[in-house]
């Protein structure tokens, strides 16, 4: 680099331009290299803040390049406005023009869901607990899904074994899947309710998605049956975690098959007590209403 050098420059408190002796500028420095640095930084200060910093910076933002990760759950709770969510999700995907490998978002719907499928050729991690997306939305675009790798479709009430078998049947290089959900009302934990016992979704699991290694089917309503299947066509299974499974019983050599696995938690422990240790540490999610400008174009 020639002695005259190029300046690094950072814009100061007071709006100035501050000069610091480099040989490069913040400028000149490509938006992949700055996108590294960005996606370090939780999705709503990359928006709300970064962008105010330089032109440069607002440009990488502005790229592909940061979008490759969209993770915005946590903004997700805390706006709790699935309009805002589904809007947030559109402007996000269309700015990774459709390189982004991985999302995370909560409530999300079923017209988010659906163009997220559409340019989603590179997903390979989907995380949308709690959303509002419909059996028929996921039979319509799951073949567009077949890279992913982790699903995460956890209190997801509108999707069933249809939506499921879909996944299943679409979704071949899938070997993480979580689907827990919500877990009874203690008033109404009688025998008479844990009796209903649903093989349904378990059987869905067993015959489409054999390469599964990780399995969370918290509060599943299915019982022996299901689980004896899951655990004959799911050769590669590591973990099962099925607390909250009250139906299981663990008959005849049920009980030794999931205790060869490295990592099984059983129906019975308490589920409440590790849920509220969670919270206690602060990592519970925030439920504030509020938004932000990952909702604003």
């Not at 590294?36 to 990488?60: G, K, N």
């Not at 509002?132 to 074994?161: F, G, Q």
């Not at 308490?270 to 206690?280: C, F, K, M, W």
């Amino acid at each position: 680099m020639s002695g005259s050098g190029k300046r690094a420059c950072y814009s100061s408190g007071n709006g100035e331009k501050d000069m610091a002796e480099g040989g490069w500028t913040w400028e000149g420095l490509n938006p992949e290299v700055l996108a590294l640095i960005f996606v370090r930084i939780p999705a709503e200060e990359r928006l709300r803040t970064v962008t105010l910093v330089c032109r440069s910076w607002r440009e990488a933002v502005a790229g592909p390049y940061c979008w490759t990760d969209i993770d915005i759950e946590q903004w997700c709770r805390r706006c709790n406005r699935p309009d805002l969510v589904d809007s947030a999700v559109r402007k996000l995907v269309r700015r990774s023009k459709c390189t982004f490998t991985r999302l995370s978002a909560y409530k999300l719907g079923d017209a988010a869901f659906s163009y997220l499928a559409i340019c989603g050729r590179c997903l390979k991690v989907l995380q949308i607990p709690m959303s509002e997306v419909s059996d028929k939305m996921v039979e319509k675009h799951a073949e567009s899904l077949v890279n992913i790798t982790v699903l995460d479709i956890s209190y997801c009430l509108r999707i069933s074994c249809k939506g499921l078998e879909a996944f299943g049947k679409q979704c071949k290089s899938l070997i993480h899947l979580k689907r827990n959900m919500p877990p009874p009302e203690w008033e109404r934990l009688a025998p008479s309710v844990a009796s209903r016992i649903d093989e349904t979704e378990a059987m869905t699991v067993a015959d489409t998605m054999t390469g599964l290694c990780h399995l969370e089917l918290g509060f599943g309503r299915f019982g022996d049956r299901g689980l004896d299947a899951i655990l004959t066509k799911c050769k590669k299974l590591t973990h099962l975690d099925i607390q909250g499974c009250w139906n299981v019983e663990l008959n005849g050599d049920l009980g030794d098959k999931c205790e060869k696995l490295p990592v099984f938690w059983c129906p019975w422990l308490d589920y409440y007590e590790e849920r509220l240790s969670l919270e206690n540490d602060g990592s519970g999610p925030n439920f504030s209403d509020e938004s932000s400008s990952l909702d604003s174009d």
